[in-house]
């Protein structure tokens, strides 16, 4: 779980990364987006509250062919500035 105050940003953000999300709820809970890879790892974006909030994180993920980014590793930092590494598959 990411836990933002920046929700939307950190949505497209990894959205463009090929990550699919879908808004959810669960019960009286808030808000939040979920995306399910491929190999059933969860990736959830939540909004941070009551100091609640994801600091520094290294992510990685390998995807493939994304059009606005060249094959090859990347380090790209997230809205929040979290650093993710992407290695593009051509």
Do not use: N
Request: net charge negative; charged share 25%; proline share 8%.
């Amino acid at each position: 779980m990411i836990y933002t105050t920046k929700m939307e940003e950190c949505r497209a953000f990894y959205a463009s990364l090929g990550l699919e999300f879908r808004a959810e709820r669960h019960g009286d809970g808030p808000p939040h987006y979920a995306a399910v890879l491929g190999d059933g790892f969860v990736v959830e974006i939540y909004p941070a509250a009551g100091g609640r909030e994801t600091g520094a994180l290294r992510l990685g993920f390998e995807v493939t062919g994304l059009p606005d980014h060249p094959p090859g590793r990347q380090v790209l930092l997230d809205p929040d500035g979290r650093a993710v590494e992407v290695h593009v598959r051509g």
